[in-house]
């Protein structure tokens, strides 16, 4: 079994940075894709960042401000939040793929991000 723990959330102003922390635990490699999603309220959980090897991925909205960077040695995944905006308010969640063609998810439980005007 896999537990990821999400931690770094918070109020923030308009143009400031956070950086969130997943700390993962269990059969998780680092070969294992892992990410961050967000949800705001009323709207659906979408895609931040992912990162699997040496490879990145980011949302259209992230790119340029946020960095998706992974620590095998400690199992931590960090996001760096900079530049951040109203619209980033959001719950933040760390997600792990695994299986056949890393086709299942674990999630963490999540974490605030608030930013304020």
């Known amino acids: 079994q896999v537990q990821l723990v999400e931690s770094g959330g918070g109020l923030v102003q308009a143009g400031g940075s956070l950086r969130l922390s997943c700390v993962a635990s269990?059969?998780?490699?680092?070969?294992?894709?892992m990410g961050w999603y967000r949800q705001a309220p009323g709207k659906q959980r979408e895609l931040v960042a992912t990162i699997r090897g040496g490879s990145t991925n980011y949302a259209d909205s992230v790119k340029g401000r946020f960095t998706i960077s992974r620590d095998n040695a400690k199992n931590t995944v960090y996001l760096q939040m900079n530049s951040l905006k109203i619209e980033d308010t959001a719950d933040y969640y760390c997600?792990?793929?695994?299986?056949?063609?890393?086709?299942?998810?674990?999630w963490g439980q999540g974490t605030q991000v608030t930013v304020s005007s």
């Open positions: 997600n792990a793929k695994y299986g056949i063609n890393w086709s299942r998810d674990y």
């Open positions: 269990g059969s998780i490699f680092s070969i294992n894709p």
